[in-house]
């Protein structure tokens, strides 16, 4: 029998942790794996009788006993022995010591590299204090291994047990299941039901029903009196969640067909593709346990780190009231309150939120708004609109139509409406030929032009304001924006923003159109909306064209266009949890110092010699690679130099994108100082050897 790791917790003290622990210990260990009881913190001792002379000492039975089953020195079982019967942060204090979670982890791991799996035994309840400031459900969480729930049969277990499993879900632990411990011959009737009570109230399994063993010593163990119940432990299902990775690789393989992605080199990755099973912090864990910082925030979503207790907390305390319900003629309270957020913070007098589930759905929306306000506001000819070369808005019918790039949209060409392409501020390649800012925005001549013909006939322009992210973050130069937007307002042209990208920090503002003071009649917003969590988008409009929708029915004003999933509750409260973060955490002020910080350690990489250009703004970096820096001249397709750097800054730990030969960093706004060194570095130690031709 395979076991991974696993927490003993239980619903109180004295509810007979330490013999489920040996149970599971000498079931594993008979089944031949390499087992280690760990029972970080003991207290509670006895005195041990003065013998040839020496001092009384503290005698741990737990510890002690634990040590006889399993043959491993109670040094090893118990970081922290506290004699007097307290809690632990008490017991601690009065030891003159505090309980340190990161120490209790050291040695968990190090115990973990030594044997097969670790039977963790906590102390007391999942709320029982470690410290002034950790219980020990926080060392649970920090361990992050699966639980198993040791409970009593009787009267008050419902209660107890209820309160724990809820504790540890809030938290975001997987529960493996629970045990019945001090389980009668002849039960009463609670004892006789409650356990079946307990699988249906908390969905949870009962691994095993222990009866009670009296005068339980390491004698009788030796005699076998534990033995003789390990048939009473079923540890089938406390194998840790998760699933089979071989099965799911060849699933991978002979199911999957992964976006973006060129199939046949895909499926020639060696040993074989990187399969991500958990995220911690700012890093993703593979199934071989290999630790990766998440340099691109997962593409481009994350915004606080992975497992971050608040958005987990938010997310599970809905579910426990919801997960879904519909918002065509009904409402939800996340959605609701969502609205009002997103409407305080947006940039300018945005009033009114329409959700969908992502960029592509949103940028639908806007165009479609577009559209009908104009034929509702009396003037039916402005159908059309405008974009830019470059320019991605998401892969819907209607957002290729306003797309610019042509490796993504040229064979949907029969598909699309045309609306009119305008050149993109791509300075380091301007066709033109000039240079910022002796240019004086040359490249918005055409859009000034069109408008002066044919103002009259377009609805709105469609922009990704400051950088255009799929495009290789091309970054528009300062004023750029502001002289669009002049443009669309003087000759009565709707902007349409596209954040998506851009939106929820990514810039060093939290919308990339505050950088010039812009407020756009229609701004879209999605990724970064849910901390990465969660699919979710929004498209807030101005109030002039909101009130050009209302009406009677039989006006057909009703803008007739909505998605199944629209203002999912769930999402909408992991967005309102991402909102909330952002403001107590002055997320936008770390932001601002860590993109400077970015900007520096970006520096060296521009001595590289095909790196052509490196563009930043805030945290969304691309790195142009060129095969001759004096005559920009790029690198043949054919050499994959860009896919070549990202799969070797995974020899250093660093998960990156290629956007072409564009290598783009775009690492979530939680990234430490530390963590943003270590991610250039490796980006720039790749790019090296790939150059090198290592």
Not at 97 to 102: A, E, G, H, N, Q
Not at 226 to 251: C, I, K, M, Q, Y
Not at 654 to 659: A, E, F, G, S
């Amino acid at each position: 029998m395979k076991l991974s790791s696993c927490f003993v917790l239980g619903t109180d003290t004295g509810v007979g942790k330490t013999v489920v622990t040996a149970l599971m210990t000498k079931t594993l260990l008979k089944g031949g794996l390499r087992v280690v009881p760990f029972k970080p913190v003991a207290t509670g001792a006895v005195l041990a009788p003065v013998f040839n002379g020496q001092s009384p000492s503290h005698i741990f039975e737990d510890t002690v006993f634990l040590s006889k089953v399993s043959g491993v020195s109670p040094e090893d079982i118990s970081l922290y022995q506290l004699p007097k019967p307290l809690s632990p942060h008490l017991a601690a204090a009065a030891e003159s010591v505090r309980i340190d979670t990161s120490e209790i982890k050291k040695k968990f791991l190090a115990l973990s590299r030594r044997c097969q799996a670790v039977v963790v035994e906590g102390v007391g309840g999942a709320l029982v204090p470690l410290n002034q400031d950790e219980f020990l459900i926080d060392l649970t969480v920090l361990l992050d291994i699966p639980v198993v729930i040791v409970a009593r049969p009787g009267l008050g277990t419902l209660n107890h047990t209820l309160l724990t499993v809820n504790a540890c879900e809030h938290r975001g632990l997987h529960i493996a299941g629970l045990i019945i411990n001090q389980y009668p011959e002849k039960p009463d009737e609670a004892e006789r039901t409650n356990p079946t009570e307990l699988e249906n109230l908390t969905g949870l399994p009962i691994l095993g029903k222990v009866p009670i063993i009296r005068g339980l010593s390491v004698e009788k163990v030796r005699e076998g009196e534990l033995e003789n119940h390990l048939n009473s432990l079923d540890l089938a299902g406390a194998r840790p969640p998760g699933f089979n990775h071989h099965r799911a690789l060849t699933a991978d393989k002979n199911y999957v067909w992964h976006p973006f992605t060129p199939m046949l080199e895909y499926l020639a990755e060696k040993p074989h593709p990187l399969m991500i099973v958990k995220g911690k912090g700012n890093y993703l864990i593979d199934n071989e346990d290999n630790h990766y910082l998440d340099g691109v925030s997962s593409l481009w979503v994350n915004v606080h780190g992975h497992r971050q207790k608040e958005l987990d907390q938010a997310v599970t305390s809905q579910l426990s009231k919801i997960a879904h319900s519909t918002m065509l003629g009904l409402t939800n309270e996340p959605a609701s309150l969502l609205a009002e957020e997103l409407v305080n913070i947006a940039p300018g007098p945005l009033t009114r939120v329409f959700y969908s589930d992502s960029g592509s759905t949103a940028v639908e929306i806007g165009l479609k708004v577009a559209f009908q306000y104009w034929q509702q506001a009396g003037y039916p000819k402005k159908k059309e609109f405008v974009s830019f070369t470059n320019a991605y808005h998401g892969d819907t019918i209607g957002a290729v139509s306003v797309g610019g790039m042509e490796l993504f949209h040229s064979k949907f060409e029969p598909l699309l409406f045309k609306s009119h392409l305008m050149p993109s501020a791509y300075c380091y390649r301007c066709p033109r030929g000039l240079a910022y800012p002796a240019c004086r925005f040359d490249c918005l001549k055409p859009l000034e032009e069109l408008f002066e013909k044919r103002s009259s006939k377009i609805a709105a322009v469609v922009l990704e304001p400051k950088v255009q992210a799929a495009a290789g973050i091309l970054v528009q130069p300062p004023g750029y924006l502001r002289k669009l937007a002049d443009l669309c307002e003087r000759h009565r042209v709707l902007l349409i923003l596209d954040e998506v990208a851009t939106g929820f920090g990514r810039t060093g503002k939290m919308f990339a159109c505050q950088h010039e003071g812009i407020e756009p009649d229609i701004l879209i917003l999605a990724k970064g909306i849910t901390g990465g969590y969660l699919p979710l988008a929004a498209t807030l409009f101005k109030e002039f064209i909101y009130q050009a929708f209302l009406g009677r029915f039989e006006e057909l004003k009703t803008f007739f266009h909505g998605h199944t999933y629209t203002g999912n509750p769930l999402a909408c409260a992991a967005s309102l949890a991402n909102l909330k973060l952002f403001r107590e955490k002055d997320v936008m002020g770390s932001v601002e110092k860590k993109a400077a910080k970015l900007k520096e350690l970006l520096e060296p990489l521009q001595g590289i010699e095909w790196v052509g250009d490196v563009r930043q703004l805030g945290f969304m970096v691309g790195i142009e690679l060129v095969k001759d820096k004096g005559s920009k001249e790029p690198f043949e397709a054919g050499e994959r130099m860009g896919r070549r750097v990202i799969l070797k800054a995974r020899e250093r730990g660093v998960i990156i994108r290629p956007l072409g030969d564009v290598v783009v960093l775009m690492p979530p706004l939680s990234i430490s100082e530390e963590e943003l060194a270590n991610l250039v570095e490796a980006t720039k130690w790749a790019l090296v050897k790939v150059g090198e031709g290592c």
